[in-house]
């Protein structure tokens, strides 16, 4: 093959013109390929480097693979007065993209029970899992390792609507749960209303609350499947570290015990049309946090998603001009230079969904392709 392709380049034209010596021919020119193991060596090596492209993909992906770095969850309360609350959004969701929320109205023991319920579900056999909580994408439970019944699920979540219904004896176990995932639901949609009065975009729930759904997403072990979201609320029941995959990068907070660690999802970036920083996927339990009394809890995930009905259509819901200024002084600006352009083209939150949860693109941001 390589004395072929030598053989090719020696009848080539040559590029000095008729005037330059002729080539030697083949016969009186050593065949090096041949005959230096050397040659043969570094001409594999050479053919089985891989393009510029592919050489420069692990560089960009280790900004992302890197260890978590620890970082400053910002405190908000919704108890400060109005102009403190929205400044204090301002800064923390257009720098970080999270914040742990304090002097709520969620009990503590209810969080305690709805991990109880939770625990004693991921207890349950597969079968008994599968038979009570059927899997209806995204709903029901879902293990990581559907295909390996040896193992014990290393990866396993249980989603959970606010509406689904189930067998008496299932509803009577999952009490203070139900319960739990409705006061979430409450303090998620307060939290999305701060956002929209903050940041200047329209809060579709606002005038029908049936524009959003929530989901409880409940993992046990390593299930780190993502799920597009308005903004996702956990509860912090101990003290315990979370990983996060910010648009900074990796990090790891550490919220206050009985606060509620709150992170805003794409949708929201996408509503504010980019105003607000983002996180990737949910919240996840780090490694190294222990619970001496309960080893189980440790692993024990519960995530509140205010997130879209299926059929939704995602796109930025821009400031309305009437609502951006003052008085009528102030309305003397022309009204195209007012007009805030795009940087999220319209798409189909289902397809998005679908992709994100399957394909767990955990070190490339799913909204690229949307970027006008």
Same mark, same amino acid.
């Given at each position: ?13 040559? !590029? ?13 020119? !050593? ?22 492209? /592919? ?10 693979? /890197? ?96 509406? /689904? ?54 993992? $046990? ?94 796109? !930025?819901?821009?400031?309305?001009? $009437? ?50």
């Amino acid at each position: 093959m390589a004395s072929s392709a030598h053989k090719h380049h020696l009848h080539l034209p040559s !590029p000095y013109g008729a005037t330059a010596a002729p080539p030697p021919t083949p016969s009186a020119q !050593p065949n090096l390929l041949s005959t230096s193991d050397a040659a043969d060596s570094l001409s594999c090596l050479l053919h089985r480097l891989p393009p510029t492209l /592919t050489l420069s993909l692990p560089s960009r992906r280790s900004s992302l693979s /890197t260890a978590t770095v620890p970082a400053v969850s910002p405190l908000i309360s919704f108890s400060e007065p109005a102009e403190t609350l929205r400044s204090n959004l301002l800064s923390a969701c257009s720098q970080v993209g999270f914040f742990q929320l304090t002097d709520h109205n969620i009990p503590s023991q209810l969080a305690h029970s709805a991990e109880s319920e939770s625990i004693s579900v991921f207890n349950l056999s597969r079968e008994e899992k599968q038979l009570q909580f059927p899997k209806i994408w995204p709903l029901g439970y879902d293990a990581d390792d559907d295909d390996d019944e040896s193992t014990s699920a290393a990866g396993e979540s249980l989603c959970l609507d606010s509406t /689904t219904r189930y067998a008496d004896s299932t509803e009577r176990n999952l009490s203070s749960l139900r319960e739990f995932v409705g006061e979430m639901e409450k303090l998620g949609l307060k939290v999305i209303e701060a956002l929209s009065s903050a940041f200047g975009f329209d809060n579709p729930a606002r005038e029908d609350p049936n524009r959003v759904s929530s989901l409880m997403w409940i993992s $046990e072990g390593s299930s780190s499947r993502m799920y597009p979201y308005v903004v996702g609320l956990q509860y912090q029941i101990r003290c315990q570290k979370y990983s996060l995959l910010a648009d900074s990068g990796c990090v790891s907070v550490s919220p206050r015990v009985d606060s509620v660690l709150v992170t805003v999802g794409d949708i929201a970036q996408v509503w504010s049309n980019g105003k607000l920083k983002k996180v990737r996927g949910r919240a996840l339990p780090s490694a190294t946090a222990v619970d001496a009394n309960n080893s189980n809890s440790n692993s024990i995930s519960m995530t509140l998603l205010v997130t879209l009905p299926l059929e939704s259509i995602v796109s !930025p819901l821009l400031p309305n001009p $009437e609502f951006a200024g003052g008085g009528d002084d102030d309305k003397v600006v022309d009204e195209e230079e007012e007009k805030e352009e795009r940087i999220f083209s319209s798409f189909s939150f289902e397809d998005y969904a679908w992709r994100v949860n399957h394909e767990r693109l955990s070190f490339k941001d799913p909204l690229i392709r949307y970027r006008i």
